[in-house]
């Protein structure tokens, strides 16, 4: 058993509009009147349009560390806790700025932690990937308290001088602390982690360079939706409650999301997709708008997180409410 | 209980020697090396002319010219492991790979290295540099027995020349290149038996030990030495008093950061020479596959009933221990 005890996230203030994305020549590639908050320098990526990598990153503010230190106290506060309580840290970062060390021992070391921390990276992020891992260890293992970091600045990496590179992503931090022992929040109650590595991932990012989208696969989406829908209607601890839930799935493809949604006759209640407003934050989406939803669960609610990409990662999560969260 | 059933490693050709440093004119000599550091040659992926006329001032040129990538060293390595494990890629269930030079940040290394080894299962990375292989068993001790598959490859790799600055005169001498490749069961016995293991960090200190994203290899030295020094002595100290260690009979393994550290921890602790495993003078700092490699350069010649530490440190600031036995 584990449980979600507090959830954070951050943004930057900075947004990439669609009327600046048009003016860099960035054509529609998703939905319209996003967010997108971005660490960038704006006047530089007028001027450079992310050419220069090294310019880009050493002009950027927040970082992704900074980011994630922002959401990573955010979460311990509303799980009510103090820094010196998490007994371990887990981070997740496509884009850090250091290779070495690992992002989860930058935020760590921000926090004054002196505690075991390391990445878990899959660029699935905290959802369900570190939860689903976590629930699978031996409770004599887990310390009272963790805390699951994921940031990401993809903005940072994305060639805004051409096509529609850039139209979706965006940047920003989520985070939680999670306990065995102490069981109040989001109890998780199901979770599914899962890596098909015959699938191509939906975008490659060079280590030197830029993204690279390919798109998504609207069948590999369809394929995995169906697959985690089937699971969950299969256990019938949660299938009937799933009506009355909140779900968070961010998928680029609105229209495929809703066609999918339909045809499969309504498994979920409502459906929430974060690319939709704010952008794809990559691994940090699957949590960001769950933390920003914290404070409006109702008690014994079901809430889920849907990963289906048609990547190589997807999955899920879903949680009951305990005491309010 | 754990075991771990097979072991391989893979490092690349080209063979850095000290005479070439010096060469460089960046300042050292192959004497202070020596005496400094104690390694004599390394191996890297990249090729010696590039190194000679571009110094690796950008890593850029240096990815584009390089002979092989972290993958490739990683795939090479677990092709090793698998088949002294016995077993075949389609066996295995789960890959966790740590690696602190990847080629591509996504899809991450573990599951790059899957693609290529045709592995279907789960694949990810657990990273934490330089103690990876203490962090992989620490890690996978985590796990419900039945909740890990049968046979889990672990890896660890790095082409950290790739990420040197050749006109610094300590860093070209101190990496090279390499990889290590393990299988582990929690069902299934093996030839290693997994009898303790521990991973600890103090992450106020990562700023100790880095490697920028888009640029170079960069440590506080002294400090790093110091800690390594001192936090290996520790490992060792508590095992001695946990397990009634036996120097005459068991093995220690360091972190291949440089022997003359690992001089001075083997003088520490009273371990003689016939115990004491290492290869960072051919071979340099191989970072998170080091002292995997070296146990898997003696896989084929390990002797029933002795024990091995592994005690390894690095950035982070992190460290960790495995203790071994030979079945």
Redesign the interface.
Known sequence: MLFVLGAGSFAPGEQLTDELLRELGVSPDGPVNLQRPSTLNLELLRASRNSD??QT?KAASPSCTDMGEQAARQAVERAGLTVDQIGL?IGDC?????????E??????RL????????????QGICP?HLSILS???KE??PRYTLCVSTNAPTQRIDYSHGSEGWMFADGASACVVSAEDMRGLELVWSR??????RT?T???????HIRSHGIDAAAVRAQAGELFSALADDVRISEDLRKSMFFWSLADLPLQQDILQAAGGPLGEVINSHAEIGNM?GTSSLYQLAAHWGSFEDKQMIGVLVAEGS?NYGGAVFRVRRGA | MTYILGMGFARPENIIDNQFLEELNTGTTAQWIVEKIGIHTRKSTLPIEYIREHRNQD??MG?RVALSSPTDLAVAAAEIALERAGISASDVGMIICNC?????????EG?RI??RLG???????????CPAFA?HMD?L????PD?LPSYVLCISTATVSQRVNYNDRTDGAIWGDGAAAWIVSSRKTGRLKVLDTT?????????A???????H?QQDGRAVRDFSVRQTVRLIRSLEERFALDWKKDIFIGHQANRTMLQQIVDNREIPDESHWHNVETCGNQAGASSAIVLAEHWENLVAGRRIVVAVVG??L?WGSVLLEVQ
């Open positions: 990598l090294l990153v840290v496509a884009t850090p700025v250091e290779v070495t060390p690992s989860g021992q930058r935020i760590a070391g004054g932690l002196k505690v075991p921390a390391y990445d878990i990276y899959t660029t990937a699978t260890w031996r293992r887990l982690f899962s890596v098909d590595t015959a991932s975008f490659e990012l060079d280590t030197l360079g990559l190589i | 890593p850029r990815r602190c030079t990847p080629d591509y940040l996504s899809p991450s599951q899957a693609q592995i279907r299962g789960l694949a990810y990375d657990v990273f934490s540099a962090l890690y001790d985590n796990f419900s909740a991973f600890m960090a103090d992450p106020t200190r990562c700023g030990v880095i490697v920028n994203t888009l640029g290899f950035a982070g992190s």
